[in-house]
């Protein structure tokens, strides 16, 4: 197959572009803030605080997702030209770093509503996959975080990716952390569970997805394979998600 090609403009109004990858990034938050207001009718929550919540999220996603690219992945050509570090719309964005400043937010709102941290978490994971399923989708306009060569017929010929069919990995991560993600914890945080729980089932769940998908996708040039031949910087960071994923379950259906 061959890469669609999709100009990363969206809109063009003489100096001001809009580029599709900000787009998706407003897409999930805007997919976000709607089923955040169908979680509020089952969880006494007002519209306000989903809105509060979201707008102190967000935040968290751009600024941790942004530092945590820069520090993990750019750090030397972020220190060479420091301006790149505003330029969000040509990419570069770390969920890991992401995950990290969306629990900045979660501290601070608990704080500012005096609710509970693990309450907060357990009513925003369930919407979090809409925002992964659109961000791996800017992702795929971008032409970037392509996979590794492949003979399978959905493979793909990127621009940037030379002239071997590739994996779409973007696609993958779009499906398992987007979609499949979504679907399970929105039927799990469904029922009543014990506070805390459906927390960890996300962390669980993009823990596993994301250490399965890094296996068909290409490591990061400057790191490479860390060890084995085979472990990715992504990997790395997603084991700590899986093991607290797994120790947060158990503690609450323990307690």
Known sequence: MVYPQIDSVAISLGPLQIH?????????FVGAWLLGCIRAKCHDWTLTQVGDLLFYCSMGVIIG????????????ANISQP??????????????GGLLGVCAAF?????????????ISDFIAPLVPIGLLTGRIGNFINN???????????????????????HPSQIY???????ILFII????????????AVSGFFLLGYGCFRFLVEFLRIPDPQYGYLAFDWLTLGQLLSLPMVTFGIYLIGR????
């Open 20 to 28: 599709w990858y900000g787009l998706t990034y407003l897409f999930g």
């Open 65 to 76: 997702g942004r530092f945590g690219y820069i520090i993990c992945y750019d750090l030397s």
């Open 83 to 96: 301006l790149n570090i505003i330029k969000i719309w040509q990419g570069g964005m770390s969920f890991h």
């Open 107 to 119: 501290w601070w709102f608990a704080k500012d509503t005096g609710g509970g941290l693990f309450m």
């Open 144 to 166: 970037e975080l392509w996979g590794k060569v492949s003979d399978v017929p959905w493979s793909m010929v990127f621009p940037n990716g030379g002239s071997l069919s590739r």
């Open 173 to 179: 991560e779009a499906g398992l952390e987007g979609i």
């Open 185 to 196: 914890l929105w039927l799990y945080s469904s029922k009543i569970h014990p506070i805390g």
């Open 252 to 255: 609450t259906y323990h307690r």
